[in-house]
């Protein structure tokens, strides 16, 4: 055969390799420190504990966690996050659903498929989670997307935006999509205030909150960053997390919280895409969660990223040239850059890799364009040296630009 | 809230919990034997030797088997799914890619989202496996059925409509999906001559082939059934196959060759369902692969299912009246019964609970309709007691419906 072009379907013609994705696989197996990637620190997973939980939940349970379970998820598996959750000041309502899911982003991906049409609208930060908008663009979205300040979404510019849209563009509106807490990208982090004004928004404009909180669990600091879904009395949120941050990514592990109706609906589209997230993963979280070692796990986790958030507004301070601005995030996993008006990410990214670093040019984060000046640094996965000496690195990048 | 109608996709929208699925979710709870499931049987789990190779796993490569994985899968599971193969006929191409998947399921889904349009059309047998139809179903395509006998597909057939086809209705054919070799619902299995036939229509009419291939390793007679892909040399065919009813359905764990354009493919639109199949599933496979696990365990999973399956073939031989026909599948899960012409399943499938036994009416495997008089009944699930005394049940209700 010549070519299968003829074969694909109009999406996967349309859908093409990140160029700036690329890039970066070919950088990171070079000895250029990487403030791109957003992988955890792999000391932050509890391997004895999960090396032994995994082979106890073959053995006690194996029947069942060998099996095919139902898709909404194992029982064992949804009871224990119940439980977490309350724990943690998620509140989950008396007619919610809850549902394990492979990863958020399947999460995601389903909220897509199963409450968006082409062209319906959804809201979201700018910058916003690039895997939000990637599931939310195959559902064939399009995004009116509001900017941040130091604090996240800008709820006063995002009441103005939808007051003045069209009538006929109101009808397409279904979700605002936030990461409130330890923003992916910005590290920005919601204020109690806008949380309660996005819900008021939410109920003018008769909208669905979705709620994407995988780094909740580790903030640093003593905050008042109520889940939305605890203010929530209306039932317009849907609640999403994900193990990846506190256990291990590698289990694929997402859970979600949401009006009854809507997980009816969740579940049927899932059934079509995997039956079913792997029993055996849900198991291990399950007695992970159950055995509390999530929970005496998460003080060591904060620890670790709090030195290495530490380090790199650290870093930050001592030497970017001045007219740079950053986020002073309260945990998660990223720092968002804006460097002077004149400056082109890409261009410095190219620069930066030459001097030995690299990072996500903050474009990637704008569906619908803009953020040319802006980057994505993650604090995570590297040492507090490396993040000491890529920020040094990045800045001596900057000033070369900066001529 | 006083609803959520407002908010569900047109795909939401149409979507239905299957009534029939609702009535056996119902009756699995009391003590009605089931003929209705596809359960692999919890005996044929290596229940031992996955606990200790989980541990073993999560210790040894815990850094990686924890952590985020490529999209297409890790290489370690990759490597020894391409030897696993080539072990047992399934010949990987030069230009072929391999890729992890949650399940077959999602290689499904992939598939539809990636080489279907609303309208274009999916020729299958007819009964056809549920799960195809459902995620092709999604994707909007059309189905042209073809009659089974016996052996499977009636490739004379299929090449006749084929041709008669009208010439716009030509260009939306794009795939045909067959699970050639003990297939789920109907137990056949193609002959060789038939393999051949399919691959030179699929060349005439332009076409790729599904193949997928659960069963290949629970086949219990020495037979003829080479794998399509080895037999294509045109780059053809999407392998697919499941490590579901060979290791353990609860790891979801399928996989597919198929040629690098379309693999690329398949990657770019798995990326925005959920990033990555888990890691740990991955690394269990592999390491029970690599041991030999997987191999070594063939030969009793066959013993056990081919014991069950000559338990329900004498069953229907010694109490099934007159005019009722089966296939003699030569492994895999299910045997096809047709029933007398005036017999309709649902109806009989009433009936048969009041008698204490329970099974899959066979309508639901025929997407455009018909089969009426069609039954799936499952023998991988029950012991041969079950089996036995389900059977008896199934023929006195039938009996009693016969007057």
Request: with cysteine; net charge neutral; proline share 6%.
């Amino acid at each position: 055969m010549t070519g299968y072009d003829r074969f694909f379907s109009n999406l996967a013609s349309s859908m093409r390799a990140s160029d700036i994705r690329e890039l970066l696989k070919l950088v990171e197996k070079g000895d250029v420190i990487s403030l791109a990637g957003g992988l955890p620190d792999p000391r932050s997973f509890p391997r004895e504990a999960i090396a032994e939980i995994a082979g106890y939940v073959v053995k006690e349970y194996g029947e069942k966690a060998l099996q095919y379970s139902p898709t909404r998820g194992v029982a064992f598996f949804l009871n224990a996050v119940r439980d977490f959750a309350k724990r943690h000041g998620i509140e989950v309502r008396d007619g919610d659903g809850l549902m394990a899911t492979v990863g958020s982003q399947q999460g995601l991906y389903l909220i897509g498929r199963t409450l968006l049409d082409p062209g319906d609208i959804v809201v979201t930060e700018e910058p916003a989670y690039l895997g939000a908008i990637q599931a939310f663009r195959v559902a064939g979205a399009r995004f009116l997307t509001v900017p941040i300040d130091g604090q996240g979404l800008r709820t006063d510019l995002l009441e103005e935006r939808l007051r003045s849209l069209p009538e006929e563009e109101k009808k397409k509106l279904k979700i605002v999509y936030t990461v409130a807490t330890c923003n992916n990208p910005s590290g920005t982090t919601l204020p109690l205030e806008r949380r309660r004004h996005l819900l008021e928004i939410a109920e003018e404009f008769d909208l669905l909150i979705v709620e994407d909180d995988p780094y909740r669990f580790i903030t640093f600091a003593e905050s008042e960053a109520t889940p939305i879904k605890s203010l929530d009395k209306a039932g317009r949120v849907i609640y999403m997390s994900s193990f990846s941050k506190i256990l291990a990514p590698g289990l694929r592990l997402g859970w979600l919280a949401a009006p009854e109706p809507i997980v009816t609906k969740l579940e049927l589209v899932k059934q079509s895409i995997d039956l079913h997230t792997p029993s055996l993963t849900q198991y291990i979280a399950a007695e992970a969660l159950t055995r509390g070692v999530v929970d005496q796990h998460l003080p060591r986790i904060r620890r670790l990223y709090r030195e290495k958030r530490d380090a790199m507004l650290a870093a930050l301070e001592e030497y970017m040239p001045q007219g740079v601005k950053w986020t002073k995030p309260i945990g998660g996993f990223f720092v968002w850059t804006w460097f002077p008006a004149n400056i082109n990410s890409r261009q410095l990214l190219a620069r930066a890799i030459e001097k030995g670093v690299a990072f996500v040019p903050g474009d990637a984060f704008y569906p619908n364009g803009g953020g040319e000046n802006t980057a994505r640094l993650n604090f995570s996965y590297p040492s507090p040296e490396e993040i000491r000496e890529g920020v040094r690195r990045l800045a001596e990048a900057l000033r070369d630009m900066l001529g």
